[in-house]
Structures are given as C-alpha cells and as structure tokens.
C-alpha cells in the first residue's frame, strides 16, 4: 500500500494511529504544573514567596518580589504555583486575586507590559472596555489598566518572567506606586520579578531604584538528586515498562553538569522518549537520552538565535571559529573582528567596522549567547573585551550552519 492509498478500514497509512512510548506527553510540558507535593527542594523558597504575598488574601497590597536563579532552577514554576493556591485561598475571604503573567523576553517594551497585563486581567462584563491590540498610545494603555485593575480585581499579582528582558524599567516604578499615586483606588497590586541575573537591580535607573521597594529571594540550582526526583515525578508521561532503568539517572546527571537546569533535563526525557517513538522502538534507552541531549542543546540555542540578523551569526562564527573547539576559550574584541572581516568576504557581506561587530557582541550577551567582559591590560594600558561562549562550540555551530547564507562555510 502507498501513502497515496488508504486501507480498508478507511485509515490513511501515512499517519501513525498508536502510542507506544507516551501516556500522557503534556506531562513533559515547561508549562505543566504538577501537584503541591511534588516541587522538589523548594519548600522554604515557597514559603517565603507566600509570606511576600499573603497580605492578599485579605485585599492588602502584597511586598514586591525579586527573585533570582539559573535556568531551570524552579523560579517562576513556584510562583505561579504559590499565587494560585493564594488566588484559591482569597476566594475564602471573598477577595479576587487576578494573576498575570508576562513574559518580558516577548513583551520587553512598556507598552506592550501595560497592554498584556491588561488584557489578561480585564473582564469587559465588568470593565465595559476592550483592550486592542493597536491604535492607543502608551499612556491610554495605561488609563484603561487602571480602569480594569479597578473594576475586576481586588489584588492582582504580576509576574514578569526575564524581567531584565525590559527595555524600559519605567513600568516598574509606575506600577508599584499605582495606589500610592492614586491611579488605582479599589485595587492593590504586587509584582514578582524573576531573572537569571542576580545583579539586575544594580542595573536599574536611579528613579526606580529609589521608588521601588522590595525583597529579593535566590533559588539554587538543582543537584543530580534533586533532579532525578523531578524526573520521577513526571514519568507518568510514559506508558508503564517503556523507560528502563537507567533513563530517569542519566538524563538527571547530565542536566546536573550543565547548572542543575530542570528545564532541560525535562527536555532531554521529552526527547528521548520522541526518538525512541520515531525509530519505532519499544523502550526508551539510555542511547536515545545521549542523542536527545544533543537535540535538547542544539533546540534551546537555535531558541535563543530565532531572530537574529545574519551579521550576527557571522560575528558569532567568527567566535566559534577562534576558541578552536574549546568552550572555556576567552577571545578578545580584535581577534573576533579580524576573524569576522574573513567570514563576511567568503559570505560577500558588507563587512562592519569594528565597533559595530563590538555592539553586536553586546547584544549576543544579553541574549546570554556569549558572556562577555571588560578587563584591563594594566596601568596606563586602557581596556580590551574579552568574549567566549556559554554553549558546545560543535552545538552552536551545527546551530548556525541552519542558516542558509552562513551553511556556506562549511
């Protein structure tokens, strides 16, 4: 029979109508909230998520909350679960908690927060307004915010995941004193903000700094352990005797070596178990974790480069090609550009004077491609950049090898 025909039972052959490795694949899911029992190494960091917010309950403004962490160490998983078991507390007391959240590495202008928040919380029953996806300035935006914070919430708690994503941190400091300037008066309003780097405040304006009050909180990353247990709470994803036994402990003890990162040992068993279903084998094997944390690595990257202007990835290429297979390798400014000049000629690309290529190694690090520093060459010998990348050498450049114009290289 040929995928052009169908069998007799009127079933196209050119699909698969069975389930052999997976049960329940939205287990596997970032996204997926698991029950209060299983957060695993995170109940003393719960609760002092709960503490900064338990005013709610009663209606009152919540303490604002910064909290820090790598990738993957549980940071916004705790508090959308911590704000939902306070949203279902509130409802005792007879009190609306609303909760929004708002990706900043998405919504990383002021306008687009104060549109997003909007349009999450509003209720036009209550409101008697819509919120449109254009045509308003950013200070309409703000007067129908207002309005809906009013009229359908009594509390609502903002979440702004990668908050140092926000090109603009005004939203902060308007939001944060919302009820103390008056903008608000039947509502209150508390923001969490959550972001891999511990030294964000210090980067904030001198404005918001001095008007926005609030506490910090830092979750460790997960130890090999930790990790595994994660895992065990989700294998219900997989039909029961498909993983054999030394799956769940490998995919943890590799997503331990790079920072304790939940996300991408979740992802590793995610994938494991799609290669094992696309080889249309019976088992999930320790084989198929050691290839999906290579899909895993090459998937998160191209992730963070979707978007990214082909000069960029040549500039990056051109790191690649410097630290010569080695990730820890440190590359100055010059010996990048230099690099660059030969990799924009064989691409025919307008090749960039140097500062230029220096902002766009800027950028690359805070899309945290690349980490980058400034140190000095010693008394009276000014400054040099110095660069080297945060992902496999090999990963990132089968990752840009993807893009059409820089496969060319090969």
């Known amino acids: 029979m040929t995928p052009n025909e169908t069998d007799g039972g009127g079933r196209d052959p050119l699909f698969r109508y069975d389930q052999p490795i997976f049960a329940n694949e939205d287990i596997l899911k970032i996204s997926h909230l698991p029950g209060p029992d299983k957060i695993v190494g995170r109940d003393e960091h719960m609760s002092k998520v709960a503490q900064a917010l338990n005013p709610a309950i009663f209606g009152r403004e919540p303490t604002h909350l910064f909290i820090f962490g790598k990738t993957g160490s549980g940071k916004t998983l705790s508090a959308r679960l911590v704000s939902e078991r306070l949203q279902s507390e509130a409802r005792r007391e ?24 909007a349009s999450q919380v509003n209720d036009p029953s209550k409101s008697g307004m819509s919120i449109p996806e254009r045509g308003l300035s950013t200070g309409d935006y703000y007067n129908r915010l207002w309005q809906v914070l009013d009229t359908c919430s009594d509390v609502t708690i903002v979440i702004l995941d990668e908050i140092d994503m926000l090109r603009d941190d005004e939203v902060l400091r308007k939001l944060s004193r919302a009820g103390e300037n008056q903008k ?57 005797g498909v993983l054999t036994e030394d799956v769940i402990p490998l995919a943890s003890a590799l997503a331990a070596q790079e920072h304790g990162d939940a996300r991408k040992a979740i992802d590793i068993l995610r994938n494991a178990g799609r290669i094992a279903q696309k080889e249309g084998a019976e088992t999930v094997t320790d084989d198929h974790v050691r290839a999906a944390k290579e899909k895993s690595e090459a998937d998160r990257f191209s992730e963070l480069l979707e978007g990214t202007a082909t000069q960029s990835k040549a500039v990056l290429y051109s790191l690649v090609l410097q630290t010569g297979g080695r990730k820890t390798a440190e590359i100055t400014t010059n010996k990048i550009y230099r690099q660059y000049l030969t990799v924009a000629d064989d691409l025919d ?62």
């Open 94 to 117: 007879d009190v609306n908690v609303e909760i929004a959240v708002i990706d900043c590495g998405e919504q990383h202008t002021e306008a687009s927060v104060i549109k997003t928040l």
């Open 184 to 240: 608000i008066v039947d509502s209150r309003l508390g923001i969490i903000g959550i972001s891999n780097k511990i030294d964000y405040p210090e980067e904030l304006t001198e404005r918001v700094k001095s008007s926005f009050a609030h506490d910090e909180l830092v979750f460790p990353s997960y130890d090999a352990n930790q990790l595994r247990e994660i895992l065990e709470n989700r294998k219900d994803a997989f039909k029961p």
């Open 349 to 410: 690309m307008d090749q960039l004077s140097e500062r230029r290529v220096q902002e766009l190694l800027q950028e690359l690090d805070f899309l945290n491609v690349i980490q980058s520093e400034v140190r000095g060459r010693g008394r009276g010998q000014g400054v040099h950049g110095t660069h080297r990348l945060l992902e496999d050498p090999d990963i990132v450049k089968r990752v840009l090898l993807r893009d059409s114009r820089i496969s060319t290289l090969e």
